[in-house]
């Protein structure tokens, strides 16, 4: 039987995208882009295997071995002593922060749908001093600064060229 063409897989925007793979690779054992590629085309998204490619690499994806000797693709959880490159940051700024607000020592960071997450998960991994932690929802998440850093400042931080 034919599948309609409204059941057809449709393209996302990066972020929901990469919250999807995400998801993906924290939920089952993806082996290859292409099993990716198989996974997100049955979940109705449209992508290609180089877009996957790109995807997994800005997500910091890994091969890592599991049991069975069978590798799959994982995000790890980096120690706190290690630190993001500047760029990530900015670029994850640049990518998925549409609106920022202040108020004392806590900043609001407005996102696409689902991609709270991704800039929360840079911002730990920044390792910037005055950023406390963020808390992150679907779309919003909350920054909690230094009180000496001000949330004025730190938004500046990340979102200037």
């Not at 995400?22 to 290859?32: D, F, H, I, N, P």
């Not at 002593?81 to 609001?108: I, K, M, T, Y």
């Not at 696409?112 to 001093?129: E, Q, W, Y």
């Amino acid at each position: 039987m034919a599948a309609k063409a409204d059941d057809a897989p449709k393209p996302l925007a990066k972020p929901q995208r990469q919250h999807r793979i995400a998801r993906l690779l924290a939920e089952q054992a993806v082996t290859s882009q292409a099993h990716l590629v198989e996974l997100l085309g049955a979940a109705g998204v449209a992508v290609t295997q180089a877009t996957a490619s790109r995807d997994l690499e800005d997500l910091g994806a890994i091969k890592v071995r599991v049991a069975g000797g069978e590798t799959v693709y994982a995000i790890p959880e980096l120690p706190a002593s290690q630190r993001a490159p500047e760029d990530h940051l900015r670029r994850v700024f640049g990518d998925w922060v549409v609106e920022v607000a202040h108020s004392g020592n806590l900043v609001v960071l407005r996102t696409p749908p689902g991609s709270a997450p991704v800039v929360g998960s840079a911002l730990d991994r920044s390792g910037l001093p005055e950023v406390l932690g963020p808390v992150a929802g679907d779309d919003k998440l909350i920054v909690v600064v230094t009180e000496e850093a001000c949330g004025a400042a730190v938004p500046r931080y990340p979102l200037d060229p």
